[in-house]
């Protein structure tokens, strides 16, 4: 795999909770985390297969971001892999998006809502393959 040139940040009002909602909803793992005295995020990074996601409380600075609602696309190895995660979503209680669907364009996929309203969606479907697809648009 590539090196990971594009890293996606995102702003909590509660961090310390994204941090356990990731880990229960998909099995993210901690890579780095950065809290402060009153134990706030100052900054993470979650890891997912090979890819990071960073995240932090909001801290009424320029690096908050104005509070509209984001999406997060990631890419499962395997069907068997997106059923497994999608099981582990449904039994940490998450809001449902899109159940679990064959699509179109060949993904095995599911999207579910965060606490804070961001959807996260898992899928077979890998846009950087390149077998995947004919190459052609439309």
């Known amino acids: 795999m590539a090196h990971q ?3 996606p ?3 909590y009002e509660d961090s310390n909770r994204a ?3 990731m880990q ?3 099995g993210f793992t901690e890579h780095f985390v950065v809290r402060n005295e009153e134990g706030r995020v100052e900054h993470a990074q979650l890891a ?4 990071l996601v960073m995240l932090g409380d909001l801290q009424g600075d320029m690096h908050d971001l104005p509070h509209r609602h984001g999406s997060i696309s990631m890419t499962a190895e395997s069907p068997q892999q997106v059923d497994q995660v999608y099981a582990q979503a449904v039994a940490a209680g998450v809001k449902v998006i899109q159940p679990l669907t064959d ?3 060949g993904s ?3 999207t579910v809502e965060d606490y804070e309203g961001n959807h996260w ?5 890998d846009a950087l393959a390149e077998d995947q697809g004919d190459g052609e648009s439309g």
């Open 103 to 105: 699509t179109d364009y």
């Open 48 to 51: 997912f297969r090979g890819s």
């Open 9 to 11: 940040s995102l702003r």
């Open 19 to 21: 941090i356990r909602w």
């Open 5 to 7: 040139t594009i890293i």
């Open 24 to 26: 229960d909803t998909f």
């Open 121 to 125: 969606h898992l899928g077979t479907y």
């Open 108 to 110: 095995h996929a599911f």
